[in-house]
């Protein structure tokens, strides 16, 4: 997800609290998937973000899948708006979604015809194997699961394409612009808003669980995470679509 500052008037619906503190839920979750971020962090298509030596026609087949992908996301967030236990939860869930739909569906379309993508051709593609597996788990989890799964499950994406932003931005800036911009779009200080409101929202949906209930979150947040590292390996490998 090409994310950024069209999250316009979310952080006004969303919860204020900055939670992934040592000693939170958010950073016990975070701790637990360490090894998973940490081969994310390490792999060679994010690698190759880094220093602009990916090569363009694996990270066009990423934006392709990024938008089939979107599509299930903005799902996602809407199930978990109509699942919310409180009108503030819904209105950054439904804000988020509706964010996705428009600005944030129009600015990667954008993007993709920087990289030569046309419209037509983002509208014709079709999900990849892991595109599919990463897309059902989650609307798996959003209507089966409880209303912390849901957000456990949702959270990864949101908070490690921050965490991958962040540190590529500390590194030294690829030679490649678009791939510099993507580093910005994920780094930035609108996206970190983005990711406090689901941190946030995670940590007041645990506050009221039982133990019993907080080890039903752990595996949502673990196995999306697996799943994005997935998503990372497909597009390297460039996984041909059915």
Known sequence: MLEGAHEAGLSRAAPTQAPSQRGSFTH???????????????????RGIADG????????????QDYVYLKDYA????IGAA??????????????AKATL??????????????GISPDELEREQAAPATRAYANYLLK???????????GALLPCLWGYHEIGERLAGEPRPAHALYARWIDAYAGDEYAELVTFGQAACEN??????????????PSFLNSSQYELEFWGAAWQAQPVP
């Open 83 to 96: 699942r919310a236990p409180t009108v503030e939860l819904m209105t950054g869930l439904a804000t988020t």
């Open 141 to 151: 989890t959003a209507t089966l699961g409880d209303f912390a799964e849901l957000v």
């Open 28 to 46: 016990e979750l975070r701790q637990l998937a360490d090894p998973i971020w940490q081969a994310q962090h390490d792999h060679p298509f994010v």
């Open 205 to 218: 949906a645990a506050a009221d669980l039982s133990e019993r209930g907080r080890e039903r979150v752990r």
């Open 53 to 64: 030596s990916l090569e363009p026609a694996r990270f066009r087949w990423y934006l392709r």
């Open 102 to 115: 428009t600005s944030e569906m129009d600015l990667h379309r954008s993007y993709c015809g920087e990289w």
């Open 75 to 78: 799902r996602l967030l809407a």
